[in-house]
């Protein structure tokens, strides 16, 4: 089970920041927190506010008019794309018969834009690479929550005990693991591509 942002999708926050920043924001910084969502971005990953709702909310942080476009670009500054290998290791994955699913905070501005295009990017679909989706938006929950890691193995099908997570922030490893979870921990150097070597 696979998050996605530092893991199959290469991110940088200070993409984001910046393009916040360019746009009038005074403390871009703190509106993109690394690893724990919070304020506004928060009740957007969380699907508490629609994304039409979002951006009125946080219109007057810019200081300056700005529109649903630039907003939504500047989010999408957030993500850099996935690498085609990481695409073909997954589909590998799942021809070698392991289950591989996604559990991923995330936003419908980034998901039914970037990401989807992401995915069909070889051509195909999201379907066409995981057994199962379960967005924090969609479920209401963020991670560490452990909430929305039970739903996950309901709505999959899976044991805890028999599946590995795999995330890039700390706080959710540790999350899965008290939960029974295995979990492993991306980063530079245990990348996905070395993690999940067949």
């Known amino acids: 089970m696979f998050d996605l942002g530092g893991v199959i999708m290469d991110i940088d926050r200070s993409r984001a920041v910046?393009?916040?920043a360019e746009l009038?924001?005074?403390?871009?910084?703190?509106?993109?927190?690394?690893?724990?969502?919070?304020?506004?971005?928060?009740k957007l990953e969380e699907g508490q506010v629609s994304a039409e709702e979002f951006r009125r909310d946080i219109r007057p942080l810019f200081g300056r008019p700005v529109s649903d476009e630039e907003i939504d670009r500047g989010l999408d500054r957030f993500l850099i794309g996935i690498p085609s290998e990481r695409l073909v290791r997954l589909k590998e994955l799942r021809a070698a018969g392991h289950g591989v699913y996604l559990l991923s905070n995330t936003n419908p501005i980034m998901w039914n834009g970037f990401i989807l295009n992401e995915f069909r990017k070889l051509g195909g679909d999201i379907g066409d690479y995981f057994d199962g989706v379960v967005t924090?938006?969609?479920?209401k929950i963020c991670k560490p929550d452990p909430r929305i890691f039970r739903l996950a193995a309901e709505k999959f099908g899976i044991t805890p005990e028999t599946t590995t997570f795999y995330d890039d922030g700390p706080a959710n490893c540790r999350?899965?693991?008290?939960?029974?979870?295995?979990?492993?921990?991306?980063?530079e150097e245990n990348n996905f591509m070395k993690l999940t070597e067949l």
């Open 18 to 20: 910046r393009a916040f």
């Open 24 to 42: 009038g924001m005074a403390d871009a910084d703190a509106f993109f927190d690394p690893y724990l969502q919070r304020g506004y971005f928060l």
């Open 136 to 139: 924090s938006f969609s479920a």
């Open 175 to 187: 999350a899965a693991l008290e939960l029974g979870f295995k979990a492993e921990l991306v980063d």
